[in-house]
């Protein structure tokens, strides 16, 4: 578990290592664009269809009617930095 602090408040990212496997999950999200992110995060994660944040941002960037912003970009590399720092 480790908590990452943005604009909107701390968001707690929780993760387990399964083999090869990543099992990605969030707690404490209130903004509507934030959750958004996670949501796509966690599921492209734990698919294993994204391997980095440049790739995730690409990813949501092709979202119909989702705005990638600063605050978007901010948080996908903070979760990455997040569980890459665990030997992701």
Known sequence: ?????TNKGIIQVLW???GDKLDLRYR???C??????????CEWVCNGEVNGPE???????????YKVN???ID???KVFEAIEG???
């Open 1 to 5: 578990v480790k908590s990452i602090m």
């Open 55 to 65: 790739e995730a941002i690409k990813r949501l960037q092709q979202i119909r009617g």
């Open 86 to 88: 665990e030997g992701h």
């Open 16 to 18: 387990k290592k399964e």
């Open 75 to 77: 948080l996908v590399y």
């Open 28 to 30: 404490g999200v209130n």
């Open 32 to 41: 509507l664009t934030s959750k958004v992110a996670l949501e796509a995060l």
């Open 70 to 72: 600063d605050e978007v």
